[in-house]
């Protein structure tokens, strides 16, 4: 399934879950599972809570997704396509050679 699909999906899913609101409350998704993202890579790092790394991936993955979906809520409340957003910025994003042009990856 193409992301673009899914983010149709999220958007019926999100309105017959949660009712029309404001993208603020998508905003305030992605933070928090940015949130835990970081949290379980710290407990990993400092090995405790006993997060193996079979713990981690699973937490971490769950995370990564979540924040997909929140963004896909959040272009949605502002009627944008997160696949063509994802698209565009890679398409400048991958000609960048940093090790070659250290200053700005484009040019000196």
Known sequence: MRLREI???QSVWAVHNFGPRE???ALL?????VGEL????????????N???TVFEDK??????D???????????QGWDLEEI???TWTTVKIRDWKKFPNNGRTE
Do not use: P, W
């Open 23 to 25: 993208s603020i409350h």
């Open 38 to 49: 970081s949290h379980v890579h710290l407990k990993f790092l400092q090995k405790i809570r």
């Open 51 to 53: 997060y193996s790394q």
């Open 29 to 33: 998704g992605i933070q928090e599972e």
């Open 7 to 9: 983010q149709k999906e």
């Open 67 to 77: 924040i997909v979906i929140y963004l896909m809520d959040y272009c949605n409340a």
């Open 60 to 65: 971490a993955r769950d995370a990564i997704g």
């Open 86 to 88: 994802v698209t565009a």
